[in-house]
Structures are given as structure tokens and as C-alpha cells.
Nanobody, 124 residues
Framework: QVHLVESGGGLVQAGGSLRLSCAGSGRTFSSHVMAWFRQAPGKEREFVARRGWNGGTTYYADSVKGRFIISRDNAKNTVYLQLNSLKPEDTAVYYC?????????????????WGQGTQVTVSS
């Protein structure tokens, strides 16, 4: 079992930054692919970024590439998402997710565990 708890969301002005954290528990945390998704009001959950357990597999959605950075610290059982140059369209609930055998890393159905989400609101 892997349990995930997000934190770090809040209200910021356009152009600002936030750092989201996802604290995990479970013996097999380090063996999971970790990802961030987001869901805006009235929209489907959208892929944001993923990080493989081996450290060599990172991928970002085109909408956030160059602005967001995903990282993980297996010793702390934590994955981070640094959000820079935020835009109003980044406003959403952000979720972290973990998967053991991820084939399509951009699909919500590829992940086994989810956090409760943390709200990010960017004002214009």
C-alpha cells in the first residue's frame, strides 16, 4: 500500500511560484512511477508530469514544459512539483499519483494510488 498526501497549494498572482509536496508512506514507494495531474472546474483530470523510479524517465505536458519541475527524494518518501511562471490557466486541484507498472504515463488509469489533492489558484 502507498498513501499519498499533497500540500503546498495556495493563492498566488500570475507569474508567481509554488512548490507542491507529496508525502508518501509504504515500503515500496521508491519502486513506483510518480506523477502529477490536475483538474480544473468542469474539466477532466489532466496529466502534468511524471518521474520514474530509476530517475531517468521524466516527462512533462507541453503546457507546463519549461515552467514546472518534478523531483523526488526517495529517502524522504516525497515527490515535489515546482511550479514557476504560473498562469491563470494553471488554476486547478493538483493530485499526485503512484503506479507500479505504468505503460501510458499520461493516463489516469495507469496509476494505482492517489492523494487527496491540493488547490492551486492563480489570479490574473
Amino acid at each position: 500500500q502507498v498513501h499519498l498526501v499533497e500540500s503546498g497549494g495556495g493563492l498566488v498572482q500570475a507569474g508567481g511560484s509554488l512548490r507542491l509536496s507529496c508525502a508518501g508512506s509504504g515500503r515500496t514507494f521508491s519502486s513506483h512511477v510518480m506523477a502529477w495531474f490536475r483538474q480544473a472546474p468542469g474539466k477532466e483530470r489532466e496529466f502534468v508530469a511524471r518521474r520514474g523510479w530509476n530517475g531517468g524517465t521524466t516527462y512533462y505536458a507541453d503546457s507546463v514544459k519549461g515552467r514546472f519541475i518534478i523531483s523526488r527524494d526517495n529517502a524522504k518518501n516525497t515527490v515535489y512539483l515546482q511550479l514557476n511562471s504560473l498562469k491563470p490557466e494553471d488554476t486547478a486541484v493538483y493530485y499526485c499519483a503512484a503506479g507500479r507498472t505504468v505503460v501510458d504515463g499520461t493516463s489516469v488509469y495507469s496509476y494505482d494510488y492517489w492523494g487527496q489533492g491540493t488547490q492551486v489558484t492563480v489570479s490574473s
